[in-house]
């Protein structure tokens, strides 16, 4: 049942196209348009975090590796077709420049990486104007894989969610490391370092 509405709406969705969308979905969805992006949120993590940017570093290429490889994993074991390989839809699918993808579709790829990039870096940036503007920017990369006729918004919206939860641990995972950093360097106290004035 739910299979079957989420082919509904996805052949709703995927219908709504034009010339100019197909090229704007197309180019939104590629991976290297985004390096300047994430150099940009990188460059202000290290400005705001100075020394202790390395470790978010790592935590960032952790989180990212878990989102990657965690989504390919799901799309081996469901092996649900994506809407363009799937026999009783295919015809009806709009493609765009007639690229297709790999044979599964459960979870979107995309939408993992885009939401665990998303979510991980607004909770260091933590400032609402960030926070709207990254949510909104996976959203669109999200939706431009229905658009361009390789998800079911199911597969879209589990990636989210696996990615968004991805994000989560592995900040929640650097908070602990950072409070036991801490918590382990010897207690520095101003006041018995100052020079005896008797």
Same mark, same amino acid.
């Given at each position: 049942?739910?299979?079957?509405?989420?082919?509904?709406?996805?052949?709703?969705?995927?219908?709504?196209?034009?010339?100019?969308?197909?090229?704007?979905?197309? *180019?939104?969805?590629?991976?290297l348009?985004? %390096?300047?992006?994430?150099?940009?949120?990188?460059?202000? =993590?290290g400005? !705001?975090? !100075?020394?202790?940017?390395?470790?978010?570093?790592?935590?960032?290429?952790?989180?990212?590796?878990?989102?990657?490889?965690?989504?390919?994993?799901? !799309?081996?074991?469901?092996?649900?077709?994506?809407?363009?390989q799937?026999p009783?839809? !295919?015809?009806?699918?709009?493609? %765009?420049?007639?690229?297709?993808?790999?044979?599964?579709?459960?979870?979107s790829?995309h939408?993992?990486?885009?939401?665990?990039?998303?979510?991980?870096?607004?909770?260091?940036?933590?400032?609402?104007?960030?926070?709207?503007?990254?949510?909104?920017?996976?959203?669109?990369?999200?939706?431009?894989?229905?658009?361009?006729?390789?998800?079911?918004?199911g597969? %879209?919206?589990?990636?989210?969610?696996?990615?968004? =939860?991805?994000?989560?641990? %592995?900040?929640?995972?650097?908070?602990? *490391?950072?409070?036991?950093?801490?918590?382990?360097?010897?207690?520095?106290?101003?006041?018995?370092?100052?020079?005896?004035?008797?």
């Amino acid at each position: 049942m739910l299979e079957r509405l989420d082919q509904q709406l996805f052949l709703f969705l995927n219908s709504l196209n034009s010339p100019f969308w197909d090229q704007m979905m197309y *180019t939104l969805s590629g991976r290297l348009i985004w %390096v300047p992006l994430y150099l940009t949120i990188l460059i202000f =993590l290290g400005i !705001k975090y !100075k020394r202790k940017f390395l470790i978010i570093l790592i935590f960032i290429i952790l989180a990212a590796t878990l989102a990657d490889q965690t989504s390919v994993i799901v !799309k081996n074991l469901v092996h649900r077709l994506r809407p363009c390989q799937e026999p009783s839809i !295919k015809a009806l699918v709009h493609l %765009v420049n007639g690229e297709c993808g790999g044979l599964y579709c459960f979870v979107s790829s995309h939408a993992a990486n885009t939401f665990d990039a998303a979510l991980l870096s607004l909770l260091f940036i933590k400032r609402r104007w960030y926070t709207i503007s990254i949510l909104l920017w996976a959203s669109v990369i999200s939706y431009s894989r229905v658009y361009l006729g390789v998800h079911y918004p199911g597969d %879209v919206i589990c990636g989210a969610l696996l990615g968004a =939860l991805i994000g989560w641990c %592995v900040y929640r995972l650097y908070v602990l *490391t950072d409070n036991s950093i801490l918590k382990n360097k010897p207690y520095f106290n101003p006041a018995q370092n100052r020079p005896s004035t008797h």
